[in-house]
């Protein structure tokens, strides 16, 4: 089925505009390699942007469900299965790249998969990814019936495993890997407060949960440089206490967070939505002059 039509088979305007957002940064990373034919540099850091985007891709897909919950929004499920299989295609890319880099000496691009253990992990959760883009057909739901939602459950170890890829990869400067980190617990957290029966289009629970995963991504941040580097972990704990810019990733996923807590209110049934509704139904009635 081509990526603009539906389940129904009908053209989705929708879908077509998740699908060109979905190329874009393809195309932006992809660009200046292919303009400057190969060349070392615009290799190297499209191979970082492209393993950036498939982390960032993947933590998108995971966002739909819970998304679909807070607003109601049931179109959303429709772009599930096209996103995750973006990712999955990011991290061809990401790989591709890295082969190039490695002027696609097979042999060697082995050896360094088995030897550099953040690149064994970047190359598991890649199989994983590879897994799921292969199962993600009505076809293959079909054929694997119950054990389906089993397989795919797998998405979550493979996003931990990506976050710890980039968390490696990126040596001293974590800050993106750390914001991944955190996005990837708030989503957790979604589903546990879905699990317990919370309601998601409630505004104590998603502030709860707002204020929870802040936290806990300035626990993953400050734990990372108390375990795997040399930097006093304390510099950490005090800049994630100050408020500055460019924000620290803990102030990002805290503002994430509270940012489902002003959409909640504009989706299916919501009460900001009604009420945005009836101001427009009130401006668009025509009105009648009195008199003479």
């Not at 190297?44 to 492209?50: G, N, R, Y």
């Not at 930097?231 to 990733?249: K, Q, T």
Request: overall charge positive; some cysteine.
């Amino acid at each position: 089925m081509y990526p603009w039509l539906d389940p129904s088979g009908r053209f989705s305007f929708f879908k077509l505009v998740v699908f060109i957002a979905l190329l874009v940064p393809g195309v932006v990373l992809l660009w200046p390699v292919i303009a400057q034919g190969g060349a070392t540099i615009p290799v190297k850091e499209a191979i970082l942007q492209s393993g950036d985007w498939t982390i960032r891709i993947l933590l998108i897909s995971l966002l739909i469900t819970p998304l679909r919950r807070i607003t109601r929004f049931s179109k959303l499920v429709q772009v599930r299965r096209q996103i995750g299989v973006a990712a999955f295609c990011y991290g061809m890319v990401h790989l591709g790249l890295y082969a190039i880099s490695q002027n696609l000496d097979l042999g060697r691009i082995a050896s360094e998969i088995v030897l550099r253990i953040y690149l064994t992990i970047g190359f598991v959760a890649l199989i994983g990814l590879a897994i799921l883009a292969a199962t993600s057909t009505k076809a293959a739901m079909r054929r694997l019936g119950a054990k389906w939602a089993r397989l795919h459950k797998l998405v979550y170890p493979i996003a931990v495993l990506g976050a710890l890829h980039f968390f490696m990869q990126s040596k001293v400067d974590v800050s993106e890997a750390t914001l991944m980190a955190g996005l990837f617990v708030a989503l957790m957290l979604y589903r546990f407060a879905h699990w317990r029966g919370w309601s998601l289009r409630s505004a104590v629970t998603l502030v709860v949960i707002a204020v929870i995963a802040g936290l806990a991504t300035a626990g993953i941040e400050y734990g990372w440089y108390a375990l795997a580097t040399g930097i006093p972990a304390g510099r950490v704990v005090a800049a994630n206490l100050e408020w500055m810019w460019p924000l620290r990733p803990a102030w990002n996923v805290l503002l994430a967070g509270l940012v489902m807590v002003v959409i909640y209110p504009f989706g299916r049934d919501g009460a900001g939505r009604a009420m945005l509704s009836a101001l427009i139904g009130a401006g668009s009635r025509p009105q009648h002059s009195r008199g003479g």
